[in-house]
């Protein structure tokens, strides 16, 4: 039985302050939790403020990005040896919005993934179609390219998590639905068979993430193949998100 995640991506938003306040309801929050994962990925500058905030708490914390080197003359970076230091156990890799206004390739992700496993950390790695790929039907390819591509050279994928986001529904308000997103979870599923075997390929949590909300979910999280979620917009609010878990919680 896989474990569920929900993990919200603060993106660019809140000071540290307001990290700080947003951590500490929703640690509270989820304190009666008996099962899943609930994991916080605020921005760098309030990375050290939460995880001492979310300490000995049901939360764990996530970076939204990293640099493939451990260290050296790269500046304005942050490696995964920085990351694992200040208490980060997953870090988002590949997001839509990094392969978009950064232009990271395939071949960046990859090099990230195996960074973050060989610094302990636990990589959130995103794949995801545009409007455009899906309308021309090339779904399949774009995101079995990702997810080989992003695993290349990988040898196990226990501490791997995938994260199913469809850019055209990131933060359009535009929800694939349960029957769209279980059909790609399921094909990501079966690369990942070809690729790791089936216990690995079982195992392995495929998270969906596209205007995921507290009213959304419960249909999302009831498909076979969708293990949790990775919330943009709706983690910034404590009852939103507070209401995802909660709908995820009762179906898993």
Not at 90 to 112: Q, T
Not at 178 to 186: L, T
Request: with cysteine.
């Amino acid at each position: 039985m896989r474990t569920w995640i929900v993990a919200g991506n603060w993106k660019m938003n809140n000071t540290i302050a307001e990290a700080v306040a947003l951590a500490n309801a929703i640690k509270y929050g989820v304190a009666s939790l008996k099962k899943g994962e609930v994991i916080l990925a605020p921005p760098f500058t309030s990375l050290h403020s939460v995880a001492q905030t979310i300490k000995h708490s049901r939360v764990a914390l996530a970076a939204q990005n990293m640099f493939y080197e451990d260290k050296g003359a790269f500046t304005g970076e942050v490696s995964p040896v920085m990351l694992k230091d200040i208490g980060c156990a997953y870090v988002i890799i590949g997001h839509s919005e990094r392969r978009k206004y950064f232009h990271e390739k395939d071949a960046d992700v990859n090099l990230k993934v195996q960074k973050a496993l060989a610094a302990g950390l636990k990589p959130i790695m995103c794949v995801g179609e545009t409007d455009e790929e899906r309308e021309k039907n090339v779904t399949r390819a774009v995101v079995g390219r990702q997810v080989k591509e992003g695993l290349r050279g990988v040898e196990k994928i226990n501490n791997v998590v995938i994260a199913y986001e469809p850019v055209w529904a990131i933060g359009t308000g535009k929800v694939a639905t349960p029957a769209q997103a279980q059909e790609v979870h399921f094909f990501i599923r079966a690369i990942l068979k070809d690729l790791f075997g089936d216990g690995a390929a079982g195992n392995t949590r495929i998270l969906y993430g596209g205007s995921v909300t507290a009213d959304n979910i419960s249909e999302l999280i009831a498909m076979e193949d969708i293990d949790g979620a990775l919330v943009g917009g709706a983690s910034l609010k404590t009852d939103g998100f507070l209401g995802i878990i909660k709908n995820i919680a009762e179906k898993k």
